[in-house]
């Protein structure tokens, strides 16, 4: 009896319709895909476990990947162009950001340069390293311009997971949450697993996605099995986003 309780489950077993929010599949333009043909082994590759439909989120960084609309939108044409020539037209493709709260943030949102997925939705991150000084600030002024903010993997920002009560903080502030996948396992740490499973416990996260950049971390998404109490809580959120963003 105890085993059939205990028993885990491939979590890419309930991704079947999903769409993927927040991944790096649109080739040269960031740490994700290098060139089409990774772009289309990853896509390949999602199709296997049902996923075909995408909002790519290539890194918005100052000084490393000082991507705009322009060079975002040149990828993704290139991509769906190579998807055509192979016939895969089962594929949806658009392209959002994800955007580096720097320097340079502000000024990309007073210039509408910013790139929200579905129009009212602007994906951001901090640094790992500390938590950006004007971060509040800058929450603030998203909402001001008419978006909600996403903060892409509250989960991996160790300098947080010593004072949970920041989550609450800023949920109560307005700010949506997006855990990865892979941090229902150990693929970033038994800490950033940990603080994954807290958020969801405590109902701190509004969305999903895989945050994928290469083929081995969807082969590693794959393999990624998880208990059945916890499918009944992340089930919820895999639909939240669906209904969100198709």
Sequence with gaps: MFQIFSKKKFLADYLSGFIDIHNHILPGI???????????QLIQGFSDIGVNSFVATPHIMNNYYPNTRETITESLHQLT??????????V?????????????FEDLLTDKGVMPLRKDHLLVEMSYLQPAIHFEECIESVMKNGYFPILAHPERYG????DFRKYAYYKEKGVLFQLNFLSLSNYYGPEVKKAAYN?????????????????DQLDYLKEVKISTSLIKKVLPLIHNTIETFY
Aim: no cysteine; charged share 30%; hydrophobic share 40%.
């Design 30 to 40: 960031d740490d994700g895909a290098k060139t089409v043909e990774d772009s289309i």
């Design 81 to 90: 162009n190579e998807l055509l020539a192979k016939n895969l037209t089962d």
């Design 92 to 104: 949806s493709i658009e392209a959002a950001a994800e955007h580096m709260i720097d320097d340079g």
């Design 159 to 162: 300098y947080w997971h010593s």
């Design 199 to 215: 958020l969801i416990d405590k109902g701190h996260i509004d969305f999903v996605a895989s945050d994928v950049h290469r083929i």
